[in-house]
């Protein structure tokens, strides 16, 4: 049986404008000033206070809404809004007697630095990877067919520089896209071709194959480059998995020998195209959000303004109110233009409220992760770093641990040690013998240490960092270590073995 009933609820709802702080403070500085472009594109009320604009370009302003108003008094037009919307506009806000100063927004303050920073970006402009071999390409004398072939191939080689594209694939690109009809011996032979370009080893399908071109490209009466390329052809994978016991046994060689011939192969670069890497993105630029200085001991936090231009309230919006308000306020067309007209205000005043709520929000945060691992900044050693969460950040701010994370995740630091994402301050703790808290980054630093002093020749098992750990008073499991050394990108032992 159906029954009516009554109940409360209490519900939390994100204001609008809580979703366009919490949008604009997963904006790194980087790309904050394309998005103030956006907004300023999007709405007219809002420009950049330092474009002031004289009063004359406004004053046929008004004149042109009255002109739109009588066109179309005759039209049947149906209003989003009430007509009560209409009636009862209140502008009173808008145009009282204070309002003639430039209602204009500076986003410096005092916790900038004094020194006039540039506000635009570097971007190098430099050849890409893919931009090098065509430009090598034109160099041979291929007729237009086989030029469009191997422009097809190089734009299948990878950042890396390898065809990775199966042969059948491309024939069949070139079939479907170009309406050229190949094979794969043409294809083959445009490909021996390309692998003669700079840099050595392009266009290989797999890293023997690259290696080997490299080492083919090298005096062919070097001894040691002889050796490598029996070794890579004949042992690969031994080579691979470090077993030289094996290879030295099997080609006779002698621990010279074998340490020249290791010496030649590890000098050679896997990655072909690593030194053309699309440099042109921004995201291949860290631009600093915080910088901390150590004045004499104390610890001085600014936030960069480079991408933060001064925002205001358009002026000649503005002055369509104050026509508005001096007139008779009885033309319909007026009426429904001067509520477009408070809407886009309204809109600037909430996005520039934004901006200066993301900046104290950022500098909050900032200031409370400085003040946290203020060892740190004061000396650069990770291993006076504190445990540090995000909850404990939030605590000290009063902010959510959900908005913190934000600020941590895309956000960094520049300091006189260098420049750091503020997700890297933050590590959960381990206990110590003495039943201290210590961070895991610290854990992470000594056994970073540890590996880098070991003896190349016989290195140290996770087992042995282990107890070399619990030596120092870690308590700290096995797998543990091996974790940690993952999580640094340090391979297990038998791969750090050097001749």
């Known amino acids: 049986m159906l029954k009516q009933t ?13 979703i366009q702080l919490m949008k604009l403070l997963q904006v790194p500085t980087v790309n904050l000033e394309e998005r103030i472009k956006e907004e300023l594109e999007e709405n007219p009320a809002l420009e950049y206070g330092e474009d002031e604009q004289h009063e004359d370009e406004f ?15 005759g039209e049947d037009f149906e209003p989003d809004g009430s007509e009560n919307e209409y009636d009862n506009i209140d502008i009173s806000e808008y145009v009282s007697d204070g309002d003639d100063d430039i209602a204009d927004y500076k986003l410096r303050n005092d916790n900038y630095p004094d020194q006039d920073e540039n506000k635009t970006i570097p971007v190098k402009v430099e050849t890409s990877f893919h931009e090098h071999l ?8 291929l007729e237009e067919r086989q030029g469009v072939i191997a422009e097809q191939i190089i734009g299948s080689i990878d950042d890396d520089g390898y065809l990775r594209r199966e042969i059948s694939a491309i024939v069949d690109d070139l079939s479907f896209s170009q309406n050229i009809d190949t094979d794969e011996e043409e294809i083959r032979g445009l490909i021996k071709k390309i692998q003669e370009f700079d840099p050595a080893g392009v266009c290989c399908a797999d890293l023997k194959e690259c290696l080997l071109l490299q080492l083919h490209r090298k005096a062919s009466d070097d001894p040691g480059v002889i050796t490598a390329i029996s070794i890579l052809e004949n042992y690969f994978d031994e080579f691979t998995k470090k077993h030289y016991e094996k290879i030295q046994k099997s080609l006779n060689l002698s621990d010279e020998d074998l340490k020249e011939s290791i010496s030649q192969i590890i000098r050679l670069n896997p990655r072909p195209g690593s030194n ?20 004499n001991g104390k610890l001085e936090l600014t936030l960069n303004s480079k991408n933060a231009p001064d925002l205001r309230i358009s002026e000649g919006y503005r ?17 429904e233009a001067v509520l477009f007209i408070k809407q886009k205000i309204d809109a600037a005043k909430w996005f520039i409220d934004a901006i200066k709520q993301r900046q104290h929000t950022l500098l909050s945060t900032m200031e409370a992760i400085m003040n946290y691992q203020h060892d740190f900044f ?15 950040i939030a605590d000290i701010t009063s902010l959510d641990i959900s908005t913190v994370s934000r600020v941590a995740n895309s956000k960094y630091v520049q300091t006189e040690f260098g420049t750091f994402r503020l997700k890297f301050f933050f590590s959960e703790s381990l206990s110590t013998d003495s039943g201290e808290e210590v961070s ?13 002093g070991e003896h190349k020749r016989k290195p140290l098992s996770d087992e042995n960092l282990t107890k070399m750990l619990q030596d120092k008073g870690y308590n700290i499991a096995r797998r543990t270590v ?7 990108n340090i391979p297990v032992a038998r791969l750090r073995k050097e001749l």
């Open 6 to 18: 009554q109940q409360q609820k209490l519900l939390q709802k994100l204001s609008p404008q809580q």
């Open 59 to 73: 004053k046929d302003t008004p004149d042109e809404y009255e002109a739109s108003g009588e066109e179309g008094e």
């Open 134 to 141: 065509l430009e090598q390409l034109g160099m041979l004398e």
């Open 276 to 295: 053309y890497a699309n440099l042109n993105k921004a995201e291949s630029y860290v631009l600093p959000d915080f910088f901390i200085f150590n004045n």
């Open 319 to 335: 002055e369509m109110l104050k026509e508005y308000d001096r007139g008779d306020k009885k033309d319909r067309r007026q009426k």
């Open 378 to 392: 004061i000396t650069g050693d990770e291993t006076s770093m504190r445990p540090m969460i995000l909850k404990d």
């Open 440 to 452: 895991t980054r610290e854990v992470k630093k000594i056994l970073s240490d540890l590996i880098a």
């Open 482 to 488: 091996a974790k940690y050394r993952e999580q640094l």
